[in-house]
T-cell receptor
Framework: DTGVSQDPRHKITKRGQNVTFRCDPI?????LYWYRQTLGQGPEFLTY????????KSRLLSDRFSAERPKGSFSTLEIQRTEQGDSAMYLC????????????FGPGTRLLVL | SQQGEEDPQALSIQEGENATMNCSYK?????LQWYRQNSGRGLVHLIL?????REKHSGRLRVTLDTSKKSSSLLITASRAADTASYFC?????????FGTGTRLTIIP
């Protein structure tokens, strides 16, 4: 399967714990995006990378959130000191160098903070 | 805001019927896209229509765009059970996608 993959698919954690999610984009895609989706809503943009450079972060991304893409391939999203309000689906997407507007999404990581 | 607003929020139809959902947006756009999300295949790009296009077809999908009214519509013909999903109209601007809240479509067998 050459699509976008995410790991884990589900994560249950206790409030205050740290969690890390991984995204592997389609190999020839240079852009990688993170979105968050809560129940009944559309996905909301969090941040994106072009190669290894993080070019924009949403105001939704508090200081407890950090994302990396160290070699311009896979990316990680870490949430420190999780709160119940962090419970959501975290979606990763990637896109070709040309045609950035069409993004290919992974299956998402569903986070539940107890 | 560049967010689109889909209408209706929910739609249920019999299998084989056509489904129409609408999207209105507030800002000027370069292109507008429709995405589908279901539990089986996740979030998938369906079709993109550029601001200089008025209508576009892809299989059983037909998308229209009216830039003067800042609106778009998605028509799914001959619906199937597998079309059950949420449908989002999406704007690409400032290097990111902006989603509306979606239309939840249910196809009744």
């Amino acid at each position: 399967d050459t699509g976008v993959s995410q790991d884990p698919r589900h994560k249950i954690t206790k409030r205050g714990q740290n969690v890390t999610f991984r995204c592997d984009p389609i190999s020839e895609h240079n852009r990688l995006y993170w979105y968050r989706q809560t129940l009944g809503q559309g996905p909301e943009f969090l941040t994106y990378f072009q190669n290894e450079a993080q070019l924009e972060k949403s105001r939704l991304l508090s200081d407890r959130f950090s994302a990396e893409r160290p070699k311009g391939s896979f990316s990680t999203l870490e949430i420190q000191r999780t709160e119940q309000g962090d419970s959501a689906m975290y979606l990763c997407a990637s896109s070709f160098p040309l045609g950035q507007e069409t993004q290919y999404f992974g299956p998402g990581t569903r986070l539940l903070v107890l | 805001s560049q967010q689109g607003e889909e209408d209706p929020q929910a739609l249920s139809i019999q299998e084989g019927e056509n489904a129409t959902m609408n999207c209105s947006y507030k800002t000027s756009i370069n292109n507008l896209q429709w995405y589908r999300q279901n539990s089986g295949r996740g979030l998938v790009h369906l079709i993109l229509i550029r601001s200089n296009e008025r209508e576009k077809h892809s299989g059983r999908l037909r998308v229209t765009l009216d830039t003067s009214k800042k609106s778009s519509s998605l028509l799914i013909t001959a619906s199937r059970a597998a079309d059950t999903a949420s449908y989002f109209c999406v704007n690409f601007g400032n290097e990111k996608l902006t989603f509306g809240t979606g239309t939840r479509l249910t196809i009744i067998p």
